[in-house]
């Protein structure tokens, strides 16, 4: 059953300024009983345009909206008037003078099915709820003549019904033949065609650009009217993951043709090329899906069982000729014969639209009744949102698409948008990869996660026996363990294996040696036996062990390569199938870690001296007692740990164990770790000192909330640390010097002070107590964290206390000594290199890589955006405009996504809240800066 309103609006309205609409139709209210019976509705129109365009590829700048609006409550109960458009259609397009006589066929609309956000919110709780139609033109000169329309609405019908006087292509016209404006030609009898009546257009499938420049088109037919059609996989061999390096790959290919030109990019895209002498001979055209890469769509279809791949491959070619045909066939004469982009490139969609449909209609639950025609053209489930961006003839290396799709310049509005209206009112009309919660626009990301992702996807339907390896790079606090995790989410969702998965992670800069490592071997190896699909993450596996650089690599080496590893006692065992992730630590990207040459920082401290006055034994130190109480911590003694010479990691963990037996009983203890920054003494050899050396034990706890214990990894729950620095002052001058990588990167001190939430200072000389300097911002920060949601929130919150002195130590204090690599650690680096290139990616993250990048404002953004979305409702924030442009605009983040998270949960992010905690604040970001905004 359906119901159509008929209207006859007899209008025509010309463009003067930008954009006008003219309301042609506004329906009666209509009752929330027909609305929820509403199945699919369309909007049909006999209309034209103003018959003429000085530039036909410009676009077609007339077009149908079909709008719903109704009132709802507002915040204060009183009524709100609510509307929301959508495009219906474009309307015809470059009509003859007496083209409307001869009209055979209206306009149709795109059909509204009760999944699209049109019937959704039709279906919501609007009151008073009317449909109205809009005919719009934009610039000046353009009109839209209308004489009569449809709405059609189907009612409690499954299968959309069509309206009245919509015709459709039939077979006849979509095979071709005398007579008819379009026809499609697959074999080389070109001529039979034009010896006849010959049609306004021909499409002709090629496989290779030499089969069409070989067609012999006689003199008088315009080649302007040949339309050759291709597969990308017939000009190049096609291994593109992201659109920019498509678009790159064919820049040049058909760019000097005499026809028309039409690539089809799998059934996600197509790119356009006009004939190089035409008027517009310098420009094409992309269309693609935004959301998708080349070559996704079938992917679905290859897992289902009795599928014939060649026959489905056949169907699809079949489908995408019929729609381009049946696009341009409802063309006027006078719109065929200046055929440009305009036309070609709502072809192209078309095309791929109906290509997608008939697999839903070959192999989905479509009605076997209906005709072919119709299910291509009423079918619109998950149809994709395809885009047009005008290209010129030769792509730049390196640019981003990102910036042609977008309307926006300078590009920091577009990153102000996607805060303040959320990704998808940017995102969704630019070249974007997807994988669960991670969303990426830029270009190098989407490439590499898409690589990892493909990878992923070959290893899991093959049989291999050894592990795949990925390797991941990025500065502190980038998201790089975050965003390879969901893409193995996405990865093993699509492939059914989510529900088989075991996930294992070790920290290697915990580990005390080879039997740690061995033991985590033996880990895997129990898993593996299980069936499952293990997912093996090894964060730090680059660092450096007994003053040895990559000491790990050299163990891992034959396991990612052969999946066997060297037991105790020597023999070999096999590890079986897994996805082995490595996280790196030392080197922002492959090509870093590649070329770099990292050496040890020994460093020899002179008066270091430790003083104990301020300690009372067997309790925390006297100058920070007041930390004890954060949060209105009552429940128990805090507990406290002291760094020492004689001091082991199994002293660490034996301390880490008493900390579980509180967490054990749901408290939240704190839990303070005095000389955090002292030098690690190897107890075997009391002249060998790793300088900060004890920073890289607590980078698990800090930030998984699990320690190492003979290569397993223990839990510690919810924890409050209070890193209480010694009396150098050295962590201060880190403070005070973020620059100073060359001594501190070695140590893992940035790691370290990313994960640091906040922190307070104390002079060591004058003996005050912490509460007689400020412990206001470290309330707010472990009170935030006391009441968030336990179950998202598991992991320990960190905080410091730094002595210092007064006044500062002399530079000459510690001496810098750097020890370069041998030839031993340089083969170990190029060979892992070499084994991972091509499955590995560079996280970017929110601060600028380069002079070059521009798009690091977007990356920011989205990850603001996520940030915010995150918090729980009772801690949702609204930005000030002045604190939106700094978080944007500030050249970096001292440690990339935490230092932004940090900064979120400081306080209400007020330009007075935010002055109060500059302290803070400097930990993370350069405060003048951050504050001139």
């Not at 009112?425 to 990301?445: G, I, M, Y």
């Not at 891992?556 to 066997?564: D, M, Q, Y």
């Not at 107890?683 to 790793?690: I, L, N, T």
Request: charge should be neutral.
């Amino acid at each position: 059953m359906f119901s159509t309103v008929t209207f006859y609006p007899v209008i025509q309205i010309a463009c003067v300024h930008l954009a006008p609409s003219n309301l042609v139709l506004l329906t009666q209210s209509l009752s929330n009983g027909l609305v929820e019976r509403i199945s699919s509705t369309q909007l049909i129109t006999e209309s034209h345009d103003q018959r003429y365009a000085s530039d036909p590829s410009s676009g077609n700048w007339t077009w149908f909206e079909v709008c719903i609006v109704g009132v709802t409550q507002g915040d204060r109960g009183e009524d709100k008037v609510e509307e929301r458009r959508w495009m219906s259609h474009e309307n015809a397009f470059l009509t003859a003078s007496n083209a409307w006589i001869r009209l055979a066929a209206p306009r149709e609309g795109r059909i509204f099915g009760d999944k699209h956000d049109l019937l959704k919110f039709l279906k919501s709780a609007l009151q008073g709820k009317k449909v109205q139609v809009r005919a719009c033109a934009c610039f000046r000169g353009w009109k839209v003549v209308a004489s009569r329309g449809f709405l059609v609405f189907n009612i409690g019908c499954e299968t959309p019904v069509a309206g009245p006087t919509i015709m459709a292509p039939t077979d006849e016209l979509l095979k071709g033949g005398p007579g008819e404006k379009v026809s499609y030609q697959v074999g080389d009898d070109i001529e039979a065609i034009l010896q006849k009546d010959p049609p306004d257009i021909i499409i002709y499938k090629a496989t290779t650009l030499e089969e069409a420049r070989a067609l012999k088109v006689p003199t008088e037919f315009d080649c302007y009217r040949l339309l050759v059609v291709m597969d990308a996989g017939d000009l190049l061999h096609n291994g593109f993951f992201s659109w920019d390096q498509t678009v790159e790959g064919f820049s040049v290919v058909g760019a000097e043709e005499k026809f028309h030109l039409l690539i089809r990019l799998g059934h996600e895209g197509a790119i356009y090329k006009p004939p190089h002498d035409g008027p517009q001979d310098s420009r094409q055209v992309l269309i693609f899906d935004s959301k998708r890469p080349q070559g996704h769509f079938p992917k679905p279809y290859l897992h289902q069982r009795g599928i014939d791949l060649e026959a489905l491959k056949g169907n699809l070619q079949a489908a995408y000729l019929a729609g381009l045909a049946a696009s341009l066939a409802k063309e006027f004469s006078d719109s065929l014969e200046r055929l440009c982009e305009t036309q070609v490139k709502e072809a192209a969609a078309i095309a791929l639209r109906w290509s997608r449909r008939s697999a839903a209609a070959k192999h989905g639950n479509a009605d076997p009744r209906l005709a072919t025609w119709q299910k291509m053209k009423l079918d619109i489930a998950g149809d994709p949102v395809l885009i047009p961006i005008r290209l010129p003839g030769r792509v730049k290396t390196g640019s981003s698409l990102v910036f042609r799709a977008m309307p926006y310049f300078p590009i920091k509005h577009a990153a102000w948008d996607i805060v303040r209206s959320g990704r998808d009112a940017v995102l969704s009309f630019v070249p974007t990869a997807s994988f669960e919660d991670l969303v990426t626009a830029d270009r190098n990301e989407v490439h590499q996660f898409r690589k990892i992702s493909h990878e992923m996807e070959k290893y899991l339907c093959g049989s291999s026996v050894e592990p795949l390896s990925i390797a991941v790079f990025g500065q502190p606090g980038s998201g790089k363990s975050w965003g390879v995790q969901q893409v193995i989410l996405s990865i093993t969702k699509e492939a059914g294996q989510k529900g088989n998965m075991a996930t294992l992670k070790f920290d290697l800069s915990q580990f005390q040696g080879i039997s740690d490592l061995q033991a985590a071997f033996e880990t895997i190896r129990d898993e593996s036996i299980g069936g499952k699909l293990l997912v093996v993450f090894f964060d730090e596996f680059d660092t450096t062990f007994n003053r040895t650089p990559l000491y790990w690599v050299q163990h891992l080496l034959k396991p990612i390569k052969e999946g066997k590893w060297e037991a105790k006692g020597g023999a070999e065992r096999r590890l079986g199938r897994g996805i082995y992730i490595f996280i790196g630590g030392t080197a922002k990207t492959l090509k870093e870690f590649r070329t770099a040459s990292s050496g040890i920082t020994k460093v020899v401290a002179q008066n270091r001296s430790p003083s104990n006055d301020l300690l009372t034994p067997g309790s925390v130190p006297r100058d920070c007692e007041s930390l004890s109480q954060l949060g209105g911590n009552r429940r128990g003694e805090p507990l406290h740990f002291k760094i020492s010479p004689d001091k082991k990691y199994t002293d660490l963990v034996e301390f880490f164990y008493k900390v579980r037996e509180r967490t054990v009983s749901k408290e939240v203890p704190v839990v303070f770790i005095e000389g955090f920054d002292e030098d690690l003494v190897n107890p075997s050899d009391p002249r060998q000192v790793e300088c900060l050396g004890w920073l890289k034990y607590f980078l698990a706890p800090m930030q998984d909330g699990a320690f190492n214990d003979q290569g397993h990894s223990r839990p510690l729950g919810r924890v409050v640390f209070v890193f209480v620095g010694g009396e150098s002052g050295l962590i201060q001058k880190f403070l005070d010097r973020q620059d100073e990588t060359d001594f501190f990167q070695a140590a893992k001190d940035p790691d370290f002070m990313s994960r640091l939430r906040g922190y307070v200072t104390a002079p060591v000389s004058t003996g005050e107590t912490v509460s007689e300097i400020s412990t206001s911002c470290l309330e707010t920060v472990v009170e935030s964290y006391k009441k968030g949601d336990k179950g998202r929130n598991t992991k320990p919150l960190s905080l410091g206390f730094f002595r210092t002195r007064s006044p500062q130590l002399p530079a000459d204090v510690y001496q810098r000594q750097l020890a370069g690599e041998g030839d031993e650690q340089q083969k170990r680096r190029q060979e892992f290199a070499d084994f991972v290139c091509g499955r590995s990616v560079d996280i970017q993250g929110p601060n600028k890589v380069n002079k070059a990048d521009e798009m690091f404002v977007v990356r920011r953004a989205i990850l603001l955006r996520s940030l915010l979305d995150r918090l729980p409702k009772e801690q949702k924030i609204e930005l000030e405009d002045h604190v939106l442009n700094a978080m944007l605009g500030v050249k970096s983040f001292h440690h990339g996504a935490r230092s932004m998270e940090a900064i979120l949960s400081m306080s209400k992010l007020t330009r007075d809240s935010l002055a109060a905690e500059m302290t803070q604040l400097k930990l993370h970001v350069g405060w003048s800066e951050f504050n001139s905004f």
